[in-house]
């Protein structure tokens, strides 16, 4: 690649990878101009951004499950890292979720990778209204198709940095309203520092409980990890109302919703 080269070759070069092909190309955009910097060679800026995408969208995933064919649930929920660990623990972490909700609920998953495949963990006294929010395209292909004709699953290849969007999304289902972001706050931190908080801000008001998850232990390993949560945590209790915290498996799950409800 000759250097100079402008930034839409640039950014072209960058999503003819397939695995960034259906990203949405304003975060390609942003975190390309994270290195569009003249210290940077063209080839330099095209594998940084491809190495940050990859660790914001696609790191999780095996390949196989972009190569979609005709499985069950348990196969997909196999296939990524996150719900693959989360496996065993499903039933607990959503009963522990829903313990005081029963009837028309709505799921807003942000950031949901495939974890719409983990429905039949969710408590049978729910009446299910599932939205799924995933930047890489090719998962919300997989699960359209999956989900075709099921008038409770919707999917949307949106990207969280979109805010007004995600809000307009929220209007979406009638009766009690929860948002899930599983393991989701860290990949928006490595292109936005404080972003999460932006988003929190905005869509706490809207709904009536939000679940934040992070990983308490290495992608893939099962050696526990010091990661420095506070920040967030404290974020959460002097802004919101603390309903419940617990870990499960190798997660942690804050339960919040705004003060008062
Ligand atoms: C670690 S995975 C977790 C997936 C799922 N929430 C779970 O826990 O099973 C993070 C997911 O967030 C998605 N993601 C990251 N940044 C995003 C953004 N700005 N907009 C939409 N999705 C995003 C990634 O593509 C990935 O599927």
């Known amino acids: 690649m000759e250097r100079g080269s402008n930034k839409r070759d640039l950014i072209k070069k960058i999503i003819s990878k397939k695995e960034f092909s259906l990203l949405p190309l304003e975060d390609v955009g942003l975190v390309f101009e994270n290195f569009d910097k003249d210290l940077y060679s063209d080839e330099e800026k095209v594998k940084f951004s491809r190495n940050l995408l990859r660790k914001m969208y696609t790191v999780f995933l095996s390949n196989k499950l972009l190569k979609y064919r005709e499985k069950n649930e348990e196969w997909f929920l196999n296939k990524h890292l996150s719900t693959k660990e989360r496996m065993p623990f499903y039933k607990e972490v959503y009963e522990k979720i829903f313990s005081g909700f029963k009837g028309k609920t709505n799921v807003y998953d942000m950031g949901s990778g495939v974890n719409s ?17 995933e930047a890489v395209g090719q998962l919300v292909e997989v699960q359209k198709k999956f989900f075709l004709g099921k008038k409770n699953f919707h999917f949307f290849h949106e990207s969280l940095f979109d805010l007004e969007r995600i809000k307009e999304i929220l209007k979406n289902g009638n009766g009690k309203k929860v948002v899930f972001l599983f393991k989701a706050i860290d990949s928006l931190e490595m292109l936005k520092k404080n972003y999460s908080k932006t988003l929190l801000e905005e869509i706490v008001p809207l709904v009536d409980l939000v679940v934040v998850s992070f990983a308490t232990k290495s992608l893939g390993s099962k050696k526990r990890f010091f990661v420095d949560r506070k920040w967030i945590k404290n974020f959460i209790e002097k802004n919101f109302e603390l309903k419940s915290s617990f870990e499960e498996g190798n997660e942690e799950y804050i339960l919040f919703s705004k003060k008062g409800l």
Request: charge should be positive; avoid cysteine; proline fraction near 6%.
């Open 117 to 133: 495949f983990s429905h039949y963990f969710f408590p049978k006294k729910l009446d299910l209204n599932y939205f799924g929010i």
